[in-house]
């Protein structure tokens, strides 16, 4: 297939859109990376400031440390996802060359590491989703 040089730009031709949507879910990792570190900060605060609260203040500080687990279970979660669908555009995308120099059509196998690469992003994309929904759900965040 890659006899000339129509081949070869036609194969970099096809491995074109992966390589933006591997930029896009490194956009993700970026933002849950991110929230992490934030979560991870909020719960050195709580932690921090436990021993000078009331009995009251000290299990509201208890269901908050409860609420940022879950939270960052669920963004670790999102990462690993996101991660699982970058490493299978970049399958995609050797599979893709690879089966051009060497003559082997890999179409099947191509196709299907671009779906499963599609399901871990959704996965991802859930994951996060129910991660705002636990941060905006659970304003336990006052001024003092």
Known sequence: MLNDINGLSHV????????FLLTAIATLITALNNRLGRIVDRRRVVLNGRARLSTVETQQAGVELGVLSRRAKHIYLAMVAAVVSALLICLVVAGAFL???ISVDLAEVVALFFVLAMFALIVSLGLFLREVFLAVSTGVHRAR
């Open 12 to 19: 970099i031709q096809l491995a074109v859109a992966p390589v």
């Open 99 to 101: 089966g051009a120099l």
